[in-house]
C-alpha cells in the first residue's frame, strides 16, 4: 500500500498535463479524475451566460491546436508540448505577420528566461503565446505564422462538492480552485489535498461538524457558488479555509481572515504554533484567492489559509517552473497534517462546563496523587487549568490558548473528566 | 500677489505689538484686524461680571502708561517700549519704594538673562513689572518711582467667531486664542493660521461639513463661548482643533483628545503620518490650552492639537524672545499645510457601501487589466482593499487607516467607483 | 513598647512548634492564639463528613507519637523533635520491617540533604516518614521497628473568621490558612500578617468598607467556608487577597486573579508600582493557593495574591527550611505594609464628579497662585489632572492609574476639593 504523500503526489502527476481553464474539457476530466477518488463528489454546471452577482459567467472556451511557424518553418510556441504556451481563452487566429507585429503578442519574463509564464484574458477577447525569455531573443526577423484552432460557445462553467454530514450543521468549509493549465503548487496542490483531506473527515468516527468542500474555477467559480449558497452558507459555517499553494517544502504561511479573529484564524494559529510550525504571517492586504470573496462584506465568511510558499511570493509562480519538481511528496504532506489538524481541533471544540463549584475532588476519583508532593505531573495540571476556565462559556479551542496547551493534548483529559461526570458538554 | 507664507508672516507683524489682554482695546484691534481680513466675522461681547459656569467674566483693564524711574532718574521698564514689561491687568500704582521693596515685584529669569517674561494677574488685585534678568542685575540701591496708569471698569469682553455652513450640520471646530500681547509663536501663529484656513474653508467648493473657528481670550472666552454654545457644539461637533503655537518651524507636536481616539484624533495622526511628518505625540496629561475645557468631562468635545514648538516646550515660551524672529514663513505655511490637509481629510470622510456582494468585475468597467499578470497596479491594489473594506458601516478615515494608504490617494479612485455604481454613499 | 515587626516575627515563634494539620488541636491552639490577639475572631468548627460541593470535611486526626526504632535501638524520625517527620494523617501502625520495606515509606530531597520535606496523605490512608537525606543515607540494613499513636475519629474542622463593618456593604476579603506545620514562609506568615491588619483595619477611623478575614484549612476549609457564605460573598466582596508566602526578605511576587483585571489587580499592581517595588509578575496558570477556589467558574471572586517569594519558587519550600531563620522581622514587616497600603487605597477608592462644567476657577478658592507662570507646582497639576478624569463614572484608583500618580498623593487634593464644594462623591 502506497504512502499517503505518495498517492497525494501521484496524483498531482496525473493531473498536471492537463489543460484546465476557467471552462471547458480540462476541468471537467479533473473533476472526474477526483471524483475517482471521491465517488460522493457531485459535478455541477453553470450555462453560461448565467448572472452572478455582478458577474456573468463567461462562454466556455475550447482549444485544439495552437502553435506558430518561424521563418524557417519551425513549429515553436506549440500548446500540444506545453498548455502554458497559450494565453488562457485566446480567441482563434490563422494570420502571418511580422516579428515586431508578433512581439505584441509574446510574454516571456526576463528575469527568469527558463520559464513560460502563465496568462489568460478571460473577460475580453484577445490572444497570445507564452514563451521563454531565451527561446524569444533567438526569434529572428522574418514571417510568423500563427495559428490558434480554438472556439468559444454557450456551453457551462463546473464544479464539485461535497457535503459530509455530521451530528451537528455547523459546518466547516474547505474551498480551493480547479483552472489552472500545468502548474503544480499553484494550482494542484490545493484540490489534490482537499481530496485527500476529505477522504480523512469521512473516516473520522462519530464525526459531530458537517464539511463542505467545493473544487470551483477561481473567482468566478467561488462568486458562482455563493451566488447559489450563500444563505445556507452563513447560516451554518463556523470555519472555513482557502486551500492552495499546499505543496512546496518551504515555510508555511498563514494569511488571516478580514476579521482576522475568527474560530478559522483561532484553529490556524493554534494548530501553526502547537505543532511548532514556522509559518509567515501575512496581513490580509495580501490577499489574493478565493478569500477575497469569502470575506466580502456582506459574505463576511470567516475563511483564512494556510499555505506553504504563498502565491505571489516565490520566483517560481505562475510560470512553468511551478511544476512537478517545484512541490514534493514532503511538501504536500506536511500541509495535509496542518489541516488535518486544524480539523480535528475543531471537532474537538466543544464548549464545557464544570458539574460543581470550587476544584472537584480529583484525589477520590484517582486523577490526583494522594500523597502531597512539591510537583504535580502535567496531565494533572492541565486537568487543573482546564476546569478553571471551563466555564460553560468559552470554547474549548480559546481555553487551550489561555492556558498555553495544544487541544489535542488537552483533549485527552476530557474523557475522564467526563466520566467521572465533572464536566458535562455546555448547551 | 504675495504668498501665503508671506501674507500670514505679514499679519503676525501687524497684529504684534498691540496689547492683547483678557479684555480691552488691544483684542477688539485685534478682531477688527482679522475681520478685515475675513468679512463674515461676526464679533460678541460679554458684559464683565456674567456668570459663566464656575467664572465670572473680569473687568476690563485699561492701561495707558507703566514705567520705573530708577534713582539716576532713568525710566526703565517702560510699557510702551515693550508691553511685556507690565504684569498683566496691573492696579494703577503712583509711589516711591526702595529697591528691597520693588524687588517682590519685579520678574525676571536668571537662567535667561535676555529675555523679559510674560506674566498676569488676572484675577487678584496685584501690579508688578518684568524686565530681562541683565537689566535687573543693574539696578542700584535708592528710591525708585513706580507708575502705572491702568483703570478697571465694567465693560466686556470680546471674542470673533465665523460659522461657514456646509451641507450638513456636522461642524469642524477650530478655535485659537487671541489674548496675548507681543508674542509670536504663542500666540499669533494661532490666530493668524485659524484666519487662513477660514479663507481655504470658503473656497471649499460643494462644501460638505460645516465648521465653527472661534478666537477668543484663553480659558474664560473659551469657557464663556461654550456656556452659551454647549448644547449645539455637542450635537454638532464631529472633530474640533486647539490651534496654538503654530508658527516655529521646528518639529511638529501632536496632543491627543482626553478620549485619545476621537475623530479628531484619527485624522490628526492619519495626516501626519501619511505627510511624512516628524512629530511628537504628548500625553493629555500635559494639556495646557483650551482643550483643558473642550475635553472637560461633561463637556466631552472631540479636541485635540496639532502644533508646531509645544508650548512649555521651548525657551522662547512666554518671554520676549518668542518674536517674529522666532516664528517664520515657513513654519507658519507647514501648520497651515497640515490642517487644510486634516480639514481636506474630513471632507472626503464618508461612508461608503459596496452595491453587490463579492469583489464586482473591474475588468468590464475598465478598471482592471484584461490580460492577467503578475502584479497589479498599486491603483488596483487600492480599489480592492478599499472595497474590501468598505462595509457601508467604517468610515473613509477608518477605512484609509486599516488599508495603510493615506484618504486623499484614496480619494482619487472613488469617482470611477461611484460613476460605475459600484458603491454609494451610506445613510 | 516592640515595634509591629517585632510583634510579628514573635507571634509567628509562638505558633511555629504547632503541629496543625487539616483539623484537630493544632488548628484550635493556632486559632486560641490568634484570638488572644483579636477577641473578635470568631472560632466555627464543620462537623466530620459535612459534604461542601464536591468535598467531604475529613475525619479529625490527632496524633500522639510516631517514631521509628533503628536496628540499633536509636529513635529515629520522632515527631516529637519536629512534628515534619510524620506524614500528616498517618494511620496508627505498630510493626517491624526491613529497610527494603520501610524505604517505600520514607520520603528525603536527594538535592537537600539536609532538609525534612513536609508531606501529607489527606484523602486517603496511608502513613509515612519523612527525614533528611543525609540521615537516610546512613540507615544500615536490619529490622525496623515502626510506632504510629494516630486516632481518627468524627469530630470537626475549625477555622476563624473576623468580619469588621464599615459604611457600606461592600467588602475587602483576606483569606489565609492555618494548615501548615512547623513552617514560617509558607505558612505562618499568611495568618500573622492578617492577624495584624485586622488590628489596623479595626483601627481605621470612619471605615467606609467592611471586611472579612478568614483563617482556614487550605483547600477544604476555603471550600467549606464558600460552600456556607458564597452568596453573600459574591454580593459584597469588590476585592479580595489570599495572604501567603508573606515573610521572607526576598522579592515581592503579584499572581493576579483569573480575570486579571479586576479591582483587587489594579489596587495591587498601583501600590506595588507606587510604592516602587520590584516584583515578578506571574501567570494565573502558576496558582497555587486557596485562589483556585475563589476564582472558580461559578465563585468568581476577585482575588489575587501579593507575595514575598512565592510557594513553589524558593527552595527551602515545603521542607523544614523554611524555618524562623528564612522569615524575618523586615519581611513580614513588607508584606504587611504593601497590604496596608492596598487597603488605604480601597478605603480612598470612591467616585467623585465635578461639580461644575470646565475647570473651575481654582484662583478665587486659593487653590491656585494668582500670578500667572510657567510651571504650576506639581499638586496644582494633579488637581487639574484629577479633575480632567473625574467624570462621575471613572473611580479614583483608575483615576490615578490614568494620572500615573499614586492614589494616596492624590488623596490630598480631594478634601479641599470637597471643602469648596467643587466635587462630590458620586451615587
Redesign the interface.
Known sequence: MKSLEKEMYNLCKELFPINRSLTGEGVRETLGIIKSHLPELKISEVPSGTK????DVPQEWKIRKAYIIDPEGKKIADFKKNNLHI??YSEPVDCVMSLEELNSKLHSIPEQPNAI????????K?W?FCITDNERKNLKEGDYKIFIDSEFFNGCMNYGEILIPGETDEEIFLSTYICHPSMANNELSGPVVSTFLAKHIQSIKSRRLSYRLIFVPE?IG??AY??KN?EIMKKNIIAGYQLTCVGDNNNFSFLPS?DNNTLADISARHVLRYLKIDYDEYSF?T?GSDE??Y?????DLPVCSIMRSKY?NYDE??TSLDNMEFISEEGLRGAYDVYKMVINSLEMNLIY??N??????L??RGLYP??????VSEDINNI??F??????ETDFLRIAEK??CPIWKLDKIVSPLIEHELISVSG
Open positions: 452572478c452577482f455582478d458577474w494565453v488562457g509564464p502563465y496568462y489568460t484574458s478571460y473577460y475580453k484577445d497570445g473567482t467561488a462568486i455563493l451566488s450563500l478580514r492586504l490577499r477575497r470573496q470575506c466580502y462584506p456582506g459574505i505571489g509562480y505562475h462546563k464544570n460543581s463549584l470550587c476544584e472537584p475532588q484525589g477520590k494522594h500523597l502531597s508532593n512539591l510537583d487543573l487549568n476546569l478553571t476556565y471551563c466555564d460553560g492556558i498555553q
